[in-house]
């Protein structure tokens, strides 16, 4: 049964291969790791029997929060895994007093749009050239809510 938990140091070195496997320019296992020691760091993990199918990391500076990243491993995709993902965020920001989640998306990476879409999210700004590797315009998406 897939369960979605926050991101514990064991579940580190499975959520960084899935961020190699899934983009140019990965977080390192690293700076993976440094976001447990992070209080202003929140990541949820989607596990199935001790194996990590996908995650969310975000940062909260109260009353807002960003999306660091969201995967989802080529296999588990079209399961609902990221909007569970994604649903069981905003429902930690809320308990918090937070307001809103904001996250950059490449402009050609439709199917996270779509999902973000979905999920609420509306499109607020465009960063010209933010991605390297390549070189990519950024979308900016905020979903808001009242407390
Ligand atoms: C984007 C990503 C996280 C989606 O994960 P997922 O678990 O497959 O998404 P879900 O199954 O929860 O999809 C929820 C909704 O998002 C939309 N969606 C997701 N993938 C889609 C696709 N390939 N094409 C069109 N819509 C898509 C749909 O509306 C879907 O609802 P539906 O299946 O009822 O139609 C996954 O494709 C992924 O890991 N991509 C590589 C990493 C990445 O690009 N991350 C985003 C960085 S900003």
Request: net charge negative; charged share 25%.
């Amino acid at each position: 049964m897939i369960r979605i938990v926050e991101m514990k140091a064991p579940h580190v070195p499975q959520v960084a291969a899935l961020e190699k496997l899934c983009f140019s320019d990965p977080w390192s296992e690293e700076s993976i790791s440094g976001e447990l020691n992070n209080r202003y760091s929140f990541w949820l993990v989607a596990e199935d029997d001790g194996v990590v199918l996908g995650y969310i990391g975000s940062q909260i500076s109260f009353p807002e929060a960003d999306v660091m990243n969201v995967a989802v491993y080529p296999d588990s995709r079209r399961r609902g895994i990221a909007a569970i993902l994604v649903e069981a965020l905003v429902r930690h920001l809320r308990s918090m007093d937070c307001t809103s989640l904001t996250l950059e998306v490449r402009a050609s990476n439709a199917p996270a749009i779509a999902l973000y879409e979905k999920m609420g999210f509306a499109l607020v700004g465009r960063r010209p050239n933010y991605y390297r590797h390549p070189k990519e315009d950024a979308l900016i998406m905020r979903k808001e809510w009242e407390v």
